[in-house]
């Protein structure tokens, strides 16, 4: 079964930090998805990683892909109070499915 | 820009009732998914749909319904509602193969549905 771990669950950093949120998945895949939720509201696309060594950057997020280690990471650059949300990565979907596994998010605190 | 649009932001319901969310997409996506989403459990798929009439269970499908009569168009049904189905409701689209590599999802605004 494929699973998808995020780590930390919780993030609370004053502003004007870096922090990373990792994203591991436990099987072969080449697309792997970050989303934003703010509280009460839906998702919305952040990034899309769709090879291995793919660096995709926004502002001060900054998504990178590792298929061979089966890991994606969030780096948050000089944190501001505007990115306080949820952030989810999701996989998927692969060969024979058309699911995506989504983490169960980290929600991330900036501290003014 | 795609729009995913869901009939109702907020919903109250009693215990027995017949519930229907509708999901509409504008981007002619074949795909459409249904999921609910509950706090310390994340998302969870309830449905999908990779075509007109086409349905796969998800994870969670009991107590669930889906139909799809139309491309655009993906509605989930709630045959008896109970107060553990009290959740928030989030649709989503996406395409699946050609030129649009892309695959993401867009999702819809959602609906919070609570049972009483």
């Known amino acids: 079964e494929l699973k998808v771990e995020q780590n930390p669950l919780f993030l609370s950093m004053q502003e004007g930090k870096n922090y990373t949120i990792y994203c591991n998945y436990s099987?072969?895949?080449?697309?792997l998805y970050w989303y934003r939720q703010d509280p009460g509201k839906s998702l919305e696309s952040l990034f899309v990683l769709l090879s291995n060594g793919a660096v995709k950057q926004e502002g001060r997020l900054m998504a990178s892909l590792d298929t061979k280690a089966r890991l994606s990471t969030l780096h948050i650059t000089a944190a501001v109070h505007d990115l306080s949300a949820t952030y989810f990565c999701?996989?998927?979907?692969?060969?024979?499915?058309?699911?995506?596994?989504f983490g169960t998010g980290t929600r991330l605190k900036v501290l003014a | 820009d795609v729009k995913v649009t869901q009939s109702s932001r907020y919903l109250v319901k009693r215990t027995g009732e017949k519930v229907f969310l509708e999901c509409v997409q504008d981007m002619d996506h074949e795909n459409m998914f249904w999921y609910r989403q509950d706090p310390g459990l994340g998302l969870r798929l309830i449905y999908f749909?990779?075509?007109?009439?086409?349905?796969e269970k998800g994870d969670i499908p009991e107590g669930y319904s889906v139909s799809r009569e139309k491309k655009e168009r993906f509605s989930l049904i709630l045959e008896s509602a109970s107060t553990n189905q009290t959740s928030m409701y989030l649709c989503?689209?996406?395409?699946?193969?050609?030129?649009?590599?892309?695959?993401?999802?867009?999702f819809g605004p959602g609906t919070r549905l609570t049972v009483t």
């Open positions: 999701a996989v998927g979907p692969s060969s024979g499915t058309y699911k995506y596994i």
């Open positions: 749909s990779y075509d007109v009439k086409m349905k």
């Open positions: 989503a689209s996406s395409w699946t193969s050609g030129s649009r590599l892309r695959y993401e999802q867009y």
């Open positions: 099987t072969t895949s080449d697309r």
